[in-house]
């Protein structure tokens, strides 16, 4: 079965896609069979693998909301599988509401393709609501990028409280697997005020590798590759690589 992890953080732009397509690419180029459910209606993680976000179909709002068979909707690439989004999934968290066990739909998906991975990453959306909290259902554990900024410990305690309700009712199992501080710059000494502050926060739980800000990672996704084939070479490549054998060596 595989290992389901949710990379999610309700504030934007914190690197969560940049993380779930890298990282993906990454474990994929270890030999891992890894899937990459791409969970954000802005669908970066689809087109950041290569896929077309406007004619992915059926994709994961297709899978929710019309019956499709979720293997049905899986995409092969060069860089690992992707079940596509689309701009649709937007509305997804009304339509929602007026189905049955709503807040498991994407669990009951994800489940029926986890034997064939050895890992699945959900790529959240920047919110809090149904969306989130079905990734948070169908999950085992939590991935949670932290941007080296100011203000980046703000918000996560909002998230803290979102997890400790769905570990109360929904999946008691849920766990963190790790915080990742992305976009440090070493010259700055912002950047290392907020590592030591983050792993003052969450003690033994950040990864020991941290994610550099770096142009080529947000280079990448226009040409709609990770950056394991954009730039194999730049520090954002070397970066993922060593978190894909941080998480590796976990299992
Ligand atoms: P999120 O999914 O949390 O909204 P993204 O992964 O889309 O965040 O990242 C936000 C922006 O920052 C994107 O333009 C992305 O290319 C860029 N970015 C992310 N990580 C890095 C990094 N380590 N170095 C430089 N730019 C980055
Ligand atoms: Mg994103």
Redesign the pocket.
Known sequence: MAKIIAVV?Q??????????VNLSAALHDLGKRVLLCDF?PQA?STSGMGVDKNTASPNIYDVLINGAEPAKAVVRTRYGDVLPSNKALAGAGIEMIAIDNRERLLKTALDALSGDYDYIFI?CP?SLELLTVNALCAAGSLLV?VQCEYYALEGLSDLLATVRLVKRGLNPALSLEGVLL???DSRTNLSLQVAEEVKRHFPGQVYATV?????R??EA?SHGRPISAYDPYSR?AEAYRLLADEIASKR
């Open positions: 953080n504030k934007g732009g914190v690197g969560k896609t940049t993380t779930a954000d970066n790529d920047p990028p992305t976009m440090f994610i550099p800000r770096n142009v990672l947000s996704p954002g």
